[in-house]
């Protein structure tokens, strides 16, 4: 239960972080932002964590299609893990 609530609370948190640029694409290299993205383009916004070490966690991701506008979102967790398997694990289900 603690995990899955973990899991919400980082989803909302990578919603909230994407919106804020919503309108802006970063080049990697530079940070500066480029022009539109391409059809065939996604962006994929992901995190993970957990309370304690080991501890209840969980992961979440935000894969984006910035050309047509549509998303996916998931998220999980396991009650007792490390911050790096669930960062991980955000990564690999996104």
């Known amino acids: ?6 899991a919400e609370q980082i989803l909302m948190f990578i919603n909230h972080k994407s919106s804020i640029r919503n309108h802006k694409f970063l080049d990697p290299d530079t940070r500066h932002p480029t ?3 391409t059809s065939s383009e996604v962006h ?3 995190d993970g964590g957990c309370s304690g070490n080991p501890g209840p966690g ?3 991701y935000l894969l984006r299609h910035p050309a047509t506008g549509k998303q996916l979102e998931g ?4 009650p007792q893990t ?8 955000a990564v690999i289900e996104g």
Do not use: H, V
């Open 75 to 78: 998220s999980g967790g396991q």
């Open 58 to 60: 969980g992961w979440a």
């Open 82 to 89: 490390t911050n790096n398997p669930m960062e991980l694990q």
């Open 35 to 37: 022009s539109m993205s």
């Open 44 to 46: 994929l916004f992901t």
């Open 1 to 6: 239960m603690i995990a899955q609530w973990q």
